[in-house]
């Protein structure tokens, strides 16, 4: 391979430009995908992302109509409570002050989202990009530099190859290269915070609820796995100051269980870990624009937030499917500048708006002033109090629109 000439490059085969492959590849597009390194697939392997990811409804739907979801289904645990806890401030162990249930059945039939691990997202996406003839993906790849004209863009990768496309994709996540290459700005704020991730069996089942428990550093979070050798299982992601994560990272399994143990309140029992742990810096970056000539970003390469809300990957999606309908004109590629433009317009405000909220709502959460955590059992109460404020928090978060 030195020389191809295609519709649409991208850089980036993490779930975000997988599905960005597979959404092009089934509108017809010849699309060519190129990563650094392959995706690691199975629980097991050294690099596997124990992480997972909570497929919102409109996720959902996008992915039903690539014919992704019902591959995924088999694996997905439904999301149908969003409960958040609050917990006291400066005594240890710590007890839970307030609770609330939020219920998917108030606003819809369905459940908020679908909870499935990232090492099996990347299974299915990558087995369901071997079915389509017209999408090439390379591992071992990265791009060395690009040239835009009027008519084509040219990129040239690492091994000396040149592609020849009509619409590059940066999918390369938060250090982005094509951003970098296509002179991008970014605004970026890095939390004094990291995430650890892991899975655990718990004593009481979760009964498809996630739920986040608030004290100080940042949420302690459970998200509904499937049973584990019978027993209930949750996935965790567990954020701190990056003070006590370098602390907690120390320890032995037992006394890190015990840690763990307490700050989640013993709110489903006691937990066992089951999985290896792994941490994660906590950032904040914006893209200052989205597009560039015959360029678009999308998911991390646009913008990173705090694990919270599980807004993450949903708002990947809803990037890719911005640019997915917009493809479906019948001009199709032919107005690659109006496609771009419409797509900077239809995602700006969202993408903004989002990343502000989650960011002050990591403020509060992670705070461990008195007044700080005061006002947070308020606004807790506040929100849950009134059914009308309840159920359009609920489809904002949701990314539905409210009743007229």
Aim: proline content about 5%.
């Amino acid at each position: 391979m030195r020389n191809r000439n295609i519709d649409i490059f991208i850089s980036g085969a993490g779930p975000a430009g997988l599905l960005a492959s597979l959404s092009f590849a089934s509108l017809g597009y010849s699309v060519f995908c190129v990563d650094p390194k392959k995706p690691v697939t199975q629980s097991n392997e050294d690099g596997a992302d124990l992480r997972t990811t909570a497929f919102l409804q409109p996720a959902k739907t996008f992915m039903a109509s690539l014919g992704l979801w019902e591959k995924l289904e088999p694996f997905a645990i439904p999301m149908e409570i969003m409960r958040i806890i609050d917990s006291e401030g400066d005594n240890w162990p710590p007890r839970e002050t307030t609770a609330k249930d939020f219920l998917a059945s108030e606003i819809s039939d369905l459940p908020f989202g679908w909870n499935i691990p990232n090492w099996l997202l990347r299974r299915t996406l990558l087995e369901n990009a071997m079915e389509y003839s017209n999408l090439e993906l390379k591992f071992g790849l990265t791009t060395s530099s690009i040239i835009r004209r009027d008519d084509a863009a040219f990129v040239y990768l690492n091994d000396g190859s040149q592609i020849k496309s009509k619409l590059i994709i940066g999918a390369d996540g938060r250090d982005s290269l094509v951003r970098d290459k296509s002179q991008i700005k970014i605004s970026k704020r890095e939390f004094p915070q990291k995430a650890l991730t892991f899975i655990v069996t718990h004593e009481r089942p979760h009964k498809n609820a996630s739920i986040e428990i608030h004290r100080s550093g940042g949420p302690f979070t459970f998200v509904p796995l499937a049973d584990f050798e019978g027993k209930p299982c949750s996935s965790v992601v567990w954020m701190e100051s990056n003070k006590n994560v370098k602390r907690l990272l120390t320890l032995k399994t037992k006394k890190f269980e015990q840690e763990a143990n307490n700050r989640s309140c013993m709110h489903l029992g006691k937990l066992r870990v089951i999985s290896e742990i792994s941490d994660w810096p906590i950032i904040s970056q914006l893209a200052k624009q989205l597009t560039a000539k015959r360029t678009a970003l999308i998911a991390e390469a646009a913008h990173v937030l705090p694990p919270i809300g599980a807004q993450g990957l949903n708002m990947s999606l809803a990037d890719i499917k911005s640019l997915h309908e917009l493809a479906k004109s019948p001009s199709r590629l032919s107005n690659i500048n109006e496609i771009l433009s419409k797509y900077e317009q239809s995602r700006n405000l969202d993408i903004k708006t989002r990343v502000l909220g989650i960011n002050a709502l990591n403020e509060v959460s992670k705070s461990s002033i008195s007044v700080a955590q005061k006002s947070r059992t308020l606004g807790i109460n506040f929100l849950h109090s009134s059914p009308k404020i309840r159920h359009r928090l609920m489809q904002l978060g949701l990314g539905l629109k409210g009743p007229n």
